[in-house]
């Protein structure tokens, strides 16, 4: 089974601080994705790597950036957290083609005072 | 940027069929149709994908028309435990280029009551 796993389930900082979230997956997949998901918003997509130190923005990628250094791992930095990045992180990856099944972490809920 | 709609929320029964539209008018030539289902606390997870036609597996089906501008999950004999958010996921058809952006939809909440 593939298995993608987030650093933190729930994680409080404040207004200003740097904050890292790291995702780790087990399957040598080529691709990685972070998501924030809001109500009534679904999932937008933050950034995606296709491969390693390669970065693609997507939707949403004002206030964050985006880390690959080992095919494993895929870190998201906001570099000062704001109060509206309040929000469900959900990290993704997926084989090779962005269009096959993806495989998504549990999140991590950050609330920013 | 292409937009994809769906219902914001369904009720059922237990054991009733349900279907679930998603529209996607942008949709380019060459992308899939994917949907995720996801529960309270949990990251999404994948349930079905195909281009066109009709495709169905151990859980559900997926009816695709021929102009491919809207999807139908449909889920037979739902039952207390398909009570979750459902999302249908494309290429963005708009962005061109080999790397589509992919876009979900804002989600379908299912609730089924006994």
């Known amino acids: 089974d593939v298995k993608v796993t987030q650093s933190s389930r729930y994680l409080v900082k404040r207004t200003g601080e740097k904050v890292f979230l790291e995702c780790v997956q087990d399957m040598d997949h080529e691709n990685m994705f972070w998501y924030r998901q809001d109500p009534g918003l679904g999932l937008r997509l933050i950034y995606f790597?296709?491969?390693?130190?390669?970065?693609e923005k997507g939707d949403i990628p004002e206030g964050y950036s985006v880390s690959r250094e080992k095919k494993e791992r895929f870190s998201l930095i906001l570099e000062s957290a704001s109060t509206n990045q309040t929000s469900m992180y959900l990290c993704?990856?997926?084989?090779?083609?962005?269009?096959?099944?993806?495989?998504f972490g549990p999140g991590t809920r950050l609330l920013v005072l | 940027l292409a937009k994809t709609t769906q219902p914001i929320s369904m009720d059922s029964y237990e054991g009733q069929e349900v279907n679930i539209t998603c529209s996607h008018n942008?949709?380019?030539?060459?992308?899939?149709i994917t949907w995720y289902q996801q529960f309270p606390s949990q990251g999404p997870r994948f349930i079905i994908q195909?281009?066109?036609t009709k495709v169905t597996n151990e859980v559900a089906s997926l009816f695709i028309p021929a102009d491919r501008k809207s999807s139908t999950l449909s889920l037979p004999r739902v039952s207390l435990s398909d009570t979750a958010v459902y999302y249908c996921l494309v290429g963005d058809g708009s962005q061109g280029g080999a790397t589509n952006k992919l876009i979900f939809g804002t989600g379908t909440l299912l609730a089924v009551q006994p």
């Open positions: 942008n949709i380019a030539t060459n992308d899939y």
């Open positions: 993704a990856s997926s084989l090779i083609d962005p269009q096959e099944t993806q495989y």
């Open positions: 790597s296709y491969d390693v130190k390669m970065k």
């Open positions: 195909g281009y066109k």
